[in-house]
């Protein structure tokens, strides 16, 4: 609540304080004329975002500044007696670049626009002046440890690539790896023809549905899949060119695929948490390379459902070798991932892609290969806006250089949970007739949870 100060208790009375340059009459006008605020510990007197313009003078105890990173605040720093607050919007007609809270009970003198507009001409140059000197004041000091932290994280950045590097331990030297690796049952040949033939450039969309007619076996397979529990569709499919019809070309292709990915797994728990993430991740992956035009759908949606690969060598490692289990959780998942789709020939940038997916949580663009740099910042997305569907909020996910990887991909500055309600989600919703039944529960719960305005 504003109140004025009291003859007898103004900060200033008898001395210049924050005011140097004004005379007695002139600061005698001010402190009848300007409001003083109250506040309690904890208060807010200004929050970042807020389109107030009005500037403030501390007349006593003390204002923690904060700033929101990533969901969190951050303390900034603790301004005290006679230092002023909110100039930078008051002189930049900005909204407000962070938030004042109170350290301990305060009292602040309120200077807005009607308050100049009621002092003389000479008061509210010198107010405009000292607004606009500690304003650049302030810029100035914000630059230099914006230049500070980017140093800083630069060294930060550097310094986990080379313990990553140094602690990187070539798996293709450990017999037990290579052997758990080449008992790994290859990847069936139907499947392996149609992710070698959908990543060639002049890839149409009806050699799927043609190469998998000519496979009775396969368009069995698949007709069966389609009526079974993992899609539960209302309607019965009757042959392949329905499936086709029901599923699109990719939803096939994702099908197909993720059943000779099955059949080179045991029926473990790990095994099929990790083809129904693998699932999910490769519809994101795919929708999301479509709606950014970045890279190839195709190559999306095969990256996304094989990333997690090395998940399943891990658990057929601690299943022969149970007392080395908390040993073997430490193994790069990524880097055993990649050594198995090498092992099944499959073209050389899946295993690239799949070995660097991990790197956009604690690396900028140019510490990825530039031949998939764009497929694994699209994949990168996709398993942050599975983690958003599965209900994770943005400060718990590892989003450091998440703006850098949005502005590879024609975006960046954007919120990460607008881009999935209002570009991705729609889409998705669009095509749920296509999708897995697990899939489709899990985008009805989010939009259930998160509905649409308009």
Same mark, same amino acid.
């Given at each position: 609540m504003a109140d004025h100060v009291p003859a007898a208790d103004r900060t200033g009375a008898g001395k210049t304080g924050p005011f140097e340059g004004l005379t007695e009459k002139e600061r005698s006008s001010l402190y009848r004329l300007a409001p003083v605020k109250r506040l309690a510990q904890g208060d807010y007197l200004i929050r970042e975002g807020d389109t107030d313009q009005t500037a403030y003078v501390i007349l006593d105890g003390v204002l923690t500044i904060v700033k929101t990173i990533q969901g969190s605040e951050i303390e900034i720093t603790d301004l005290g007696e006679g230092e002023w607050v909110g100039e930078i919007a008051f002189t930049r007609r900005i909204r407000r670049t962070a938030s004042a809270r109170a350290k301990s009970t305060a009292r602040v003198m309120a200077i807005n626009q009607t308050t100049l507009d009621a002092l003389s001409p000479e008061t509210q140059v010198y107010f405009y002046r000292k607004l606009n000197d500690l304003a650049a004041l302030r810029v100035e000091d914000l630059s230099a440890r914006e230049v500070e932290l980017s140093s800083r994280n630069q060294k930060l950045v550097d310094y986990i690539q080379t313990a990553r590097q140094r602690g990187k331990v070539d798996y293709s030297e450990s017999a037990m790896i290579r052997g758990i690796i080449q008992k790994v049952p290859r990847l069936p040949g139907f499947a392996t023809t149609l992710v070698t033939r959908l990543l060639q450039e002049d890839a149409s969309p009806s050699e799927v549905a043609q190469h998998i007619k000519k496979d009775l076996a396969l368009s069995a397979l698949v007709i069966k899949t389609v009526n079974g529990p993992l899609y539960d569709f209302a309607t019965k499919v009757t042959d392949i060119h329905q499936a086709v019809m029901q599923l699109g070309y990719i939803g096939v292709y994702q099908l197909v695929l993720a059943e000779g990915l099955r059949r080179t797994m045991p029926d473990l728990p790990v095994s099929r948490q990790v083809?129904?993430?693998?699932?999910?991740?490769?519809?994101?992956?795919? !929708?999301l390379s479509l709606e950014i035009a970045s890279g190839r759908p195709n190559e999306a949606a095969t990256i996304g459902l094989v990333h997690d690969v090395g998940q399943n060598v891990i658990g057929l490692l601690k299943t022969k070798n149970p007392n080395l289990a908390m040993l073997i959780d430490a193994l790069d998942a990524s880097h055993l991932g990649s050594m198995?789709?090498?092992?099944?020939n499959l073209p050389e940038a899946v295993g690239l892609a799949v070995e660097h997916q991990s790197y956009p949580e604690f690396a900028p663009p140019d510490a990825i290969p530039g031949a998939v740099r764009n497929i694994v910042a699209v994949l990168y997305l996709a398993q942050i806006f599975y983690d958003l569907l599965k209900g994770r909020k943005p400060?718990?996910?590892?989003?450091?250089?998440?703006?850098?990887?949005?502005?590879?991909?024609? !975006? !960046?500055?954007?919120?990460?949970?607008?881009?999935?309600?209002?570009?991705?989600?729609p889409v998705l919703l669009k095509k749920m007739g296509t999708y897995p039944a697990s899939f489709r529960e899990l985008i009805l719960t989010y939009s259930r949870l998160n509905p649409q305005e308009g």
């Open positions: 083809m129904a993430h693998g699932m999910a991740v490769s519809q994101l992956a795919y !929708g198995l789709l090498t092992e099944w400060e718990d996910l590892h989003l450091s250089f998440l703006d850098e990887y949005l502005k590879l991909l024609g !975006g !960046g500055g954007q919120n990460i949970e607008e881009i999935l309600q209002k570009k991705l989600l």
